[in-house]
């Protein structure tokens, strides 16, 4: 596919909105987040519905991801005591394991931008757009 | 199947199953050992029944190897194999040899067996995964030489391909490694060093390149996605496998008496090792997402895609969890370990060679694509029994090991071994009830293979078509 091609149905935008979201969960937590809100607030407005789709799941995802990976840990952690044996098992699996399927949502959602689809979080997504190729 | 030479491939894959079964049964029989002690002792000790679990894995896992090796090559090489009869006449060797050294585990004491194969002349025996008896080893490189000389001669008179060429250098890779089994220097350092050029660059290095071509070669024929697309993609795979996992071995090194710099180069590498994996699951997936036809092989398909999934969290995340040398210092060789072992070898290799028997099975039985719908329903519910199983396994593990490293190794307050034991028979439990539910998606899986067989085959449904 052509870069031109791409800019108008909006695929490149997918796909750096999916890789942000990555960006974000495995190398830099807070910049991809950034980054990606700063993507988001350019071109929500006039993108098309795939690059629409692909910006609202990873925005809405990433937010999730912040308050299931940070805030209810925080509270485990305040809760349960920082140095309760049962404390760190709960949090180690339940880090690892939410941790785990956001990435594989975002992995999957990066393969349906590289395939042009759009492709609703589970749980946590929000509707596609009307236009959607799925 | 469009060669007959395929058909040799047909007797590794049911040897392949089978011993499978006794795997898990030898896993079980542990499992149900590390809360009631004295369970089957003295008939089969705990480390008999350890070394029979582990070797049995390594064991079937060649068979799969070997098999789809066979059925993937004169596809790929557009030819016969170079010698059908060598492939079936040294699937009875290796068959015979593995037989009878899980007899000689079972109804001969370990130092006695030793004596018996003459372990004296050359001694290799004792170490963890190579436990086989010297001539035992050396029967592994005859056959492992005739395969390779099969294999390879068949690739390279033929058309060669991305696909076949990677398989090929994959398996070479585990025959030429192997030889490191007989090195056995009296130095406990240099033996361990050496010790992971055998176990540490099969399975995070040259399996993987199996692993990588397998796939490539299923998702190929299951998806009708260019060629030319899905080998980019296998190129990158395994350039980033092998500059990962090579230097990679440096995590086995922290604290074997290596010199300090393998933390860095241990921990930075194998902090990278996760990307291919990665890479897998997004290859996977797009394949499908792009895929030109369905194929009537669901199963297949489900299968390849779990490989992907499952390998990226049990070889990717869980490795991660444990590979970075500050928190290897606390975690090692705990119960993490064995999550992290369980998982990735569940889904990087186990599925693998289910997914590509899946894949072939059929044709070897005659059909033309798939099995029948009755089969494949059959078939994906033992997919989820044993994946959902063997994620409960691997997340009552990793419980177990949080608070064994917690209890024994970083409280202030620091409890025996056997004290901290006690304290996580509950995560033992669990676990073994969820190793009952695997066992019980395996017999689902083998009962796949004879319910349906008279029905007729499952064809693809037409995306947007009624039913």
């Given at each position: 596919m052509?870069?031109?091609?791409?800019?108008?149905?909006?695929?490149?935008?997918?796909?750096?909105?999916?890789?942000?979201?990555?960006?974000?969960l495995l190398?830099?937590?807070?910049?991809?987040?950034?980054?990606?809100?700063?993507?988001?607030?350019?071109q929500?407005?006039?993108?098309?519905?795939?690059?629409a789709?692909?910006?609202?799941?990873?925005?809405s995802?990433?937010?999730?991801a912040?308050?299931?990976l940070?805030?209810?840990?925080?509270?485990?952690?305040?809760?349960?005591?920082?140095?309760?044996?049962?404390?760190?098992?709960?949090?180690?699996?339940?880090?690892?394991?939410?941790?785990?399927?956001?990435?594989?949502?975002?992995?999957?959602?990066?393969?349906?931008?590289?395939?042009?689809?759009?492709?609703?979080?589970?749980?946590?997504?929000?509707?596609?757009?009307?236009?959607?190729?799925? | 199947?469009?060669?007959?030479?395929?058909?040799?491939?047909?007797?590794?894959?049911?040897a392949?199953?089978g011993?499978?079964?006794?795997?898990?049964?030898?896993?079980?029989?542990?499992?149900?050992?590390?809360?009631?002690?004295?369970?089957?002792?003295?008939?089969?000790p705990?480390?008999?029944?350890?070394?029979?679990?582990?070797?049995?894995?390594?064991?079937?896992?060649?068979?799969?190897?070997?098999?789809?090796?066979?059925?993937?090559?004169?596809?790929?090489?557009?030819?016969?194999?170079?010698?059908?009869?060598?492939?079936?006449?040294?699937?009875?060797?290796?068959?015979?040899?593995?037989?009878?050294?899980?007899?000689?585990?079972?109804l001969?004491?370990?130092?006695?067996?030793a004596?018996?194969?003459?372990?004296?002349?050359?001694?290799?025996?004792?170490?963890?995964f190579?436990?086989?008896?010297?001539?035992?080893?050396?029967?592994?490189?005859?056959?492992?030489?005739?395969?390779?000389?099969?294999?390879?001669?068949?690739?390279?008179?033929?058309?060669?391909?991305?696909?076949?060429?990677?398989?090929?250098?994959?398996?070479?890779?585990?025959a030429?490694?192997?030889?490191?089994?007989?090195?056995?220097?009296?130095?406990?350092a240099?033996?361990?060093?050496?010790?992971?050029?055998?176990?540490?660059?099969?399975?995070?290095?040259?399996?993987?390149?199996?692993?990588?071509?397998?796939?490539?070669?299923?998702?190929?024929?299951?998806?009708?996605?260019?060629?030319?697309?899905?080998?980019?993609?296998?190129?990158?795979?395994?350039?980033?496998?092998?500059?990962?996992?090579?230097?990679?071995?440096?995590?086995?090194?922290?604290?074997?008496g290596t010199?300090?710099?393998w933390?860095?180069?241990?921990?930075?590498?194998?902090?990278?090792?996760?990307?291919?994996?990665?890479?897998?699951?997004?290859?996977?997936?797009?394949?499908?997402?792009?895929?030109?036809?369905n194929?009537?092989?669901?199963?297949?398909v489900?299968?390849?895609?779990?490989?992907?999934?499952?390998?990226?969290?049990?070889?990717?995340?869980?490795?991660?969890l444990?590979?970075?040398?500050?928190?290897?210092?606390?975690?090692?060789?705990?119960?993490?370990?064995?999550a992290?072992?369980?998982?990735?070898?569940?889904?990087?290799?186990?599925?693998?060679?289910?997914?590509?028997?899946?894949?072939a099975?059929?044709?070897l039985?005659?059909?033309?694509?798939a099995?029948?719908?009755?089969?494949?329903?059959?078939?994906?519910?033992?997919?989820?029994?044993?994946?959902?199983?063997?994620?409960?396994?691997?997340?009552?593990?990793?419980?177990?090991?949080?608070?064994?490293?917690?209890?024994?190794?970083?409280?202030?307050?620091?409890?025996?071994?056997?004290?901290?034991?006690?304290?996580?028979?509950?995560?033992?439990?669990?676990?073994?009830?969820?190793?009952?539910m695997?066992?019980?998606?395996?017999?689902?899986?083998?009962a796949?293979?004879?319910?349906?067989?008279?029905?007729?085959?499952?064809?693809?449904?037409?995306?947007?078509?009624?039913?």
């Amino acid at each position: 596919m052509s870069s031109s091609a791409k800019a108008s149905d909006g695929s490149g935008t997918a796909i750096a909105a999916e890789s942000l979201y990555l960006v974000n969960l495995l190398l830099a937590p807070g910049l991809g987040f950034l980054i990606l809100l700063a993507v988001w607030w350019r071109q929500h407005r006039r993108a098309p519905p795939l690059a629409a789709a692909h910006l609202a799941q990873t925005l809405s995802g990433s937010v999730w991801a912040g308050v299931l990976l940070v805030v209810v840990n925080a509270f485990i952690v305040l809760l349960g005591g920082y140095h309760g044996a049962h404390v760190w098992v709960i949090v180690i699996l339940y880090f690892t394991f939410c941790h785990s399927m956001l990435v594989l949502f975002g992995a999957y959602g990066l393969s349906k931008a590289m395939a042009g689809q759009c492709w609703r979080y589970p749980l946590i997504g929000r509707p596609l757009p009307a236009g959607c190729p799925k | 199947m469009q060669y007959k030479s395929q058909a040799v491939a047909k007797p590794y894959f049911i040897a392949a199953i089978g011993l499978f079964v006794g795997q898990i049964l030898f896993g079980l029989i542990i499992g149900m050992q590390y809360v009631v002690g004295d369970f089957l002792f003295p008939e089969i000790p705990f480390n008999v029944a350890r070394m029979v679990h582990t070797n049995l894995l390594i064991v079937w896992l060649l068979f799969g190897f070997m098999g789809a090796a066979y059925y993937l090559v004169p596809e790929e090489s557009e030819r016969e194999l170079v010698s059908p009869g060598l492939a079936i006449l040294m699937f009875w060797v290796f068959l015979i040899a593995g037989a009878l050294t899980v007899l000689g585990y079972l109804l001969v004491p370990y130092s006695g067996l030793a004596e018996m194969t003459g372990n004296s002349v050359l001694p290799t025996m004792g170490r963890e995964f190579l436990e086989q008896p010297t001539i035992t080893k050396a029967g592994i490189v005859v056959v492992a030489l005739a395969f390779l000389y099969n294999v390879g001669l068949t690739i390279l008179k033929g058309r060669k391909t991305v696909v076949s060429l990677v398989l090929l250098i994959g398996l070479a890779g585990l025959a030429v490694l192997f030889l490191f089994s007989f090195y056995n220097p009296d130095n406990l350092a240099k033996d361990k060093f050496y010790w992971w050029w055998v176990v540490h660059l099969w399975v995070e290095g040259v399996w993987e390149l199996i692993l990588g071509s397998i796939l490539a070669f299923v998702l190929i024929k299951t998806t009708g996605v260019d060629r030319e697309v899905i080998e980019k993609w296998l190129y990158v795979i395994i350039a980033m496998t092998l500059i990962t996992g090579i230097i990679g071995t440096g995590h086995h090194y922290y604290w074997i008496g290596t010199p300090d710099y393998w933390q860095w180069w241990g921990s930075i590498f194998s902090a990278l090792e996760p990307i291919p994996f990665f890479m897998m699951t997004v290859f996977a997936f797009n394949m499908v997402n792009r895929r030109r036809r369905n194929h009537p092989n669901k199963a297949a398909v489900l299968w390849a895609l779990g490989t992907a999934v499952m390998a990226f969290l049990g070889a990717g995340v869980w490795g991660f969890l444990h590979t970075l040398a500050p928190v290897n210092y606390y975690t090692h060789g705990s119960q993490i370990t064995a999550a992290h072992g369980h998982m990735a070898f569940y889904g990087a290799y186990v599925m693998i060679v289910l997914t590509m028997i899946s894949y072939a099975m059929p044709m070897l039985r005659g059909r033309s694509a798939a099995n029948s719908e009755a089969s494949q329903v059959l078939e994906m519910w033992s997919f989820w029994l044993m994946t959902v199983s063997m994620v409960f396994i691997t997340l009552f593990l990793t419980g177990a090991g949080i608070l064994q490293t917690y209890l024994q190794r970083y409280s202030s307050d620091p409890l025996p071994f056997m004290v901290v034991q006690e304290k996580i028979s509950l995560f033992y439990w669990m676990r073994e009830v969820a190793g009952l539910m695997f066992l019980i998606g395996l017999v689902v899986y083998v009962a796949s293979f004879f319910v349906g067989s008279r029905q007729p085959e499952a064809t693809a449904v037409v995306e947007g078509s009624a039913a």
